[in-house]
């Protein structure tokens, strides 16, 4: 395919970082940015603006630039359906999405994807076509765990794989040899939230892919945020799916790492239970 790559962009860096990424390397990129969502340095992108719902608007839209591939990029939370601005096509989709996927996030990922794949664009994942950013196996950062980290780590990295599972969440938190927060439809925002507000410090945050999920849509993202709120919740680190997250801003994420005192780590799903 030699096409426009189309990137709907929700909240968050990595739109912007994959907009830039895309004008560095003189690769055609059309933005459909969600309104209220996206942040305004992509303004300075080839794209349009649209509330979400308009399916049939950003269907046209995508295809008049010659969007031949789309990415979904960016933190969405599933919207009030009130607070929808549906086009006709926006309203057709909604009703298969309440069919069967709307409180499923797996599924829903699947049956949007499909209503764009039906008018011949293909849906990718951002490491499909830049594969460095997903992380490698092994301690990332200058600290390293110790053996006591090391046993929060598994039991972290179990609880994640287990919420996955249930298409719930894709991360946990464990301190002190016991899971003190799993992820929920709060996401890991609200996850490390609840975690700053119990007493205590130390542990670790691990995310995971979920087990059943399709991978060009939401894998796990660390940056540089989720070092600060892994901080701010007091926590030892910070391990992730090596092969299966992607970490983004990488110098920033691992000088902050350092200036926190964190330890970050790609952990092969196979070695959890090493």
Same mark, same amino acid.
């Given at each position: 395919?030699?096409?426009? &790559? ?13 907009? !830039? ?14 309104? %209220? ?14 509330? &979400?719902?308009? *399916? ?9 630039? %010659?969007?031949?591939? *789309? ?9 009030? &359906? ?7 096509? @926006?309203?057709? @989709? ?27 664009? $293909? ?13 490698? $196996? ?12 090391? +046993?929060?780590?598994?039991? +972290? ?14 991360? $946990? ?9 799993? !992820? ?8 490390? @939230? ?5 007493? @205590? ?35 030892? %680190? ?12 990488? +110098?920033?994420? *691992? +000088? ?7 330890? *970050? ?7 959890? $239970?090493?």
């Amino acid at each position: 395919m030699t096409g426009t &790559l189309g990137i709907i962009a929700g909240a968050g860096d990595l739109p912007v970082d994959l907009a !830039e990424r895309c004008a560095a390397e003189r690769r055609p990129c059309f933005v459909l940015r969600l309104k %209220g969502l996206a942040a305004p340095a992509l303004d300075a992108h080839p794209g349009v603006t649209l509330p &979400l719902g308009r *399916l049939g608007e950003a269907i046209r839209r995508l295809k008049a630039a %010659g969007c031949d591939r *789309l990415m979904f990029v960016g933190k969405v939370m599933r919207p009030r &359906l009130r607070d929808l601005s549906l086009d006709w096509r @926006g309203f057709t @989709g909604l009703l298969s999405l309440l069919a069967g996927a709307w409180r499923h996030d797996d599924r829903l990922h699947r049956a949007i994807s499909r209503l764009f794949e039906r008018d011949g664009i $293909a849906v990718v994942g951002p490491a499909e076509i830049w594969p460095d950013l997903l992380v490698e $196996a092994g301690t990332l950062s200058a600290r390293a765990p110790d053996e006591r980290a090391w +046993a929060d780590i598994r039991l +972290a990295a179990a609880a994640a794989l287990e919420v996955g599972a249930t298409d719930r969440g894709q991360g $946990a938190v464990a301190r002190d040899g016991a899971i003190v927060a799993v !992820e929920d439809r709060d996401h890991t925002d609200g996850l490390l @939230g609840r975690v700053a507000a119990l007493p @205590g410090r130390g542990g670790v945050l691990a995310k995971f892919a979920k087990a059943h999920q399709d991978r060009r849509l939401d894998l796990p993202v660390i940056g540089p945020e989720t070092i600060a709120a892994a901080a701010a919740a007091r926590l030892d %680190g910070v391990v992730i799916e090596a092969g299966g997250a992607m970490l983004v801003r990488r +110098a920033e994420t *691992l +000088a902050a790492a350092e200036a926190a005192g964190l330890f *970050l780590v790609g952990l092969d799903p196979a070695g959890v $239970a090493a």
